[in-house]
């Protein structure tokens, strides 16, 4: 009798483990390019761990970010939405209003509605609060009130104030005696910023990060009090790390997503301790392989508590790669052979490939077939994929159910595509590539970044072109027109031209 219950259990065990849906787990990487990880060619950098998911699953070569800076990559991650449809999707100040509406749909909320736990750790960028943010009290909204049940986030960035962690809407350590005040317009009298007190400095900064210091490190903005709150920047990782293992183990019982921010390799590269001059390149090389060490704890996690049979994992980044991004770190020094646009030309702030083309990775454990794909896939394809995983009929208009595509069963995904950066956008349709003309520099000096601006049409083919360095718009005028006419179909025609269309033959 005692055995017959006993298989009798493990059967309905069984039985209720197929049944479960399964759990999704975003990881979403801070300026990691496309030629960064070993898995997408680098041969001066080894990730064994994240390539272990990339050997394992989908590994993606035509898979695109929305934007070319965070912000509104991360906006249309979480709301299966272009971000230059809304105005406001730029990059923010640590103290901007929430940027996604509190009745907005998102990823969060179609998941809750499917009985799902939803937990957001590591970087926002995405604004707090309606403006003029009370750091001292509860903040709302909060990533609580746009689909997240919780919440252990940086409000912005780890080179901006206020330099703290913010759990489910509460500033975490905050000594009330000690209130916080930020600013970023100007300084708070007799606090020491990177001008006035270069003695203080641990790092210093080249261009753009001279407010206040925390931590022997310069940032924008400025910030006086919450001495208490203030985070520890080389032990970032791991502190956000232990959150997202321990948030996993306590609802392991039940579908849950996880959006998993790491802040690396954005600046200020702080690597822990153990890291320090591991890599040969400087900061920027050593906290990379510490995000591939972060992410195999992660996933050793997940191994022995049972999940990885079912658990969905998209990694990504949010945008391309740039070296020296406000700091002298030694990134551009010491980068020696490696190459962080893998080939491509651009970087982050760019219209070119290298700002918006990045690592992109889907594993599941049994489910995906290991498999190289060149389908076009977008970020914010995840949210129509991914209510078709879970059984929801939710969706949004920009993105595109290509769950098959995801899961490695097919090669058909999205047609074209339209990429961001700095508020101008270009588009993707197959192998082509149009950038039209605007108006602003063509290469950013301080970050030795191409932007893509031109006063002509741009036409890329990089099925033969990869770096993009032959311009077809002249040679090819009918494919323009085509393209031109196509992008226009999605985008509209109010983009903002700094010359008049040509006149196409």
Known sequence: MFISLSCKAKDEEKATNKAKKPNVIVIYMDDLGYGDLSSYGATEIKTPNIDKLANNGVRFTNGYATSATCTPSRYGILTGTYPWRNKDAKILPGTAPML????????????????YATAVVGKWHLGLGT???????????SPNEVGFDYSYIMAATQDRVPTVYIKNGNVVGLDPKDPIEVDYDKNFPGEPTAISNPEMLKMTWHHGHNNSIVNGIPRIGYMKGGKSAKWNDEEMSENFLAQAQSYVVEHKNKPFFLYYALQQPHVPRTPSPKFVGKSGMGPRG??????DWIIGEFIKTLEKEGLLENTLIVFSSDNGPVLNDGYNDDA?????????????????????????????????????QPKVSNALVCQIDLFNSLAQLIGSSEKTSDSENILNAFLGKSEQARKSLVVEANSNTAYKEGNWILIPPYKGVALNKEVNIELGNSSDYQLFNVANDKAEKTNLAKSNQKKLKEMITNFEKIRGTDYKLSAPPLELK
């Not at 403006?131 to 909204?141: C, F, T």
């Not at 980068?335 to 290298?354: C, N, T």
């Open 100 to 115: 996604i509406g509190t009745s907005q749909n998102t990823l969060p909320k179609m998941f809750k509605s499917q009985g």
């Open 286 to 291: 050593d906290v990379i392989l510490e995000a």
């Open 131 to 141: 403006g003029n943010v009370n750091w001292n009290e509860h903040i709302s909204p």
């Open 332 to 368: 551009v020094e010491k980068i020696g052979k490696h190459d962080p646009k893998g080939g491509l030309r651009g970087g982050k702030y760019s219209l070119f490939e290298a700002g918006t083309r990045v690592p992109f990775i889907t594993y599941w454990k049994g489910k995906i």
